[in-house]
């Protein structure tokens, strides 16, 4: 009886081989992105266990192509398994919360984040903050908002650009 | 600006320009296939891309909160005012001082004065009024008028 992996052609053997030591090179690097990608946001998975189950699918995944370069392809990887965590952790974040657990009341950081809001919003110029909540509190599309004002479409959409990004910026004296 | 921040700046808008499409669109921009590529490029923008989301909801979401208190607010405040509503069909009007005196039957009242004296009136079942000073000899205004009162409802009493 043959040896069956005798049978098999010598690339198919080499590839998982080369896939895995390869894999292993980019390790350091796929956790320093995913630690960059975690920062300093609360709540969000362990980087570690991100990097193994990418790692883990990556070398389950036989047709990669050896040939692609294996850093962007880990990254998007990185990324897209990250922002699962993310959101299973969102249906379920009690069962993913690995840290010790919170004894400040649950609704305090609420509270605080809504201040937090509710004073950007204030900072906000009239019309953007009217728009962004016609936008985002009341549903209404955006066209509606363009006629309702009497403005391009275009320049609504750039207003509410501006106050999101300016409702994204951090609030003085840390995020938490 | 340096080769490094300008770098950054269009790859920061790359992430925020996905972002405002995806949002712009009402999709989730942390689902967003175009955001997660531009994210894959510039990792760090995702602190600020998951605080805006989260910021975003709190804008939808504190007219239903605040609601919701008001909500209670309201309901609490029918329920008291029916509940108000209730004992009030239940009780008599509100007396006056004269219609309150004149349903005692049986009562003692005593006045403590300033300069020590005191006075009591006591009106029986039978409608008997009896009247003790103490270290006083006249009464005030006051007392003789309700010792008056006193008096005419023990009369009406003693004629029923």
Known sequence: ?176 | MSPNAEAASRTESAVDAAVDRALDARRDPLADDAVRAALSLEPEAFERVARLSRRLELVAQPQRARGGVRAWSVAAGLVCAAGVAVLAAQLPARPTRAAAAAQITSFQMSVARHDGSSQAWTVNDNGRVTHERVASEAPTPEASAFELLLRRRAALLTRE
């Not at chain 1, 699962?84 to 952790?89: E, F, G, N, S, Y």
């Not at chain 1, 919360?97 to 919170?102: A, G, I, L, Q, Y």
């Open chain 1, 1 to 176: 009886m043959e040896d069956s992996a005798a049978l098999q052609d010598p690339e198919e053997l080499r590839e998982p081989r080369d896939l895995g030591e390869r894999l292993a090179a980019e390790r350091p690097a796929l956790l320093r992105f995913l630690r960059r990608l975690a920062g300093r946001a609360g709540g969000v998975p362990d980087p570690e266990d991100v990097a193994q189950e990418v790692l883990a699918r990556a070398l389950a995944y036989r047709s990669f192509d050896t040939a692609r370069a294996l850093g962007p392809w880990l990254r998007t990887a990185a990324v897209n398994a990250f922002l699962d965590h993310v959101a299973r952790a969102r249906r379920r974040p009690s069962t993913l919360r690995v840290e010790p657990p919170d004894e400040s009341p649950p609704s305090r950081a609420t509270l605080d984040d809504r201040e937090h809001v509710a004073l950007l919003l204030a900072r906000l110029g009239p019309l953007e903050r009217e728009l962004l909540i016609g936008f985002h509190r009341e549903g209404r599309s955006i066209a509606e908002l363009a006629r309702d004002h009497g403005l391009p479409e275009g320049t609504v959409k750039s207003h509410l650009s501006r106050a999101r990004r300016r409702l994204a910026q951090e609030m003085p004296g840390g995020e938490r």
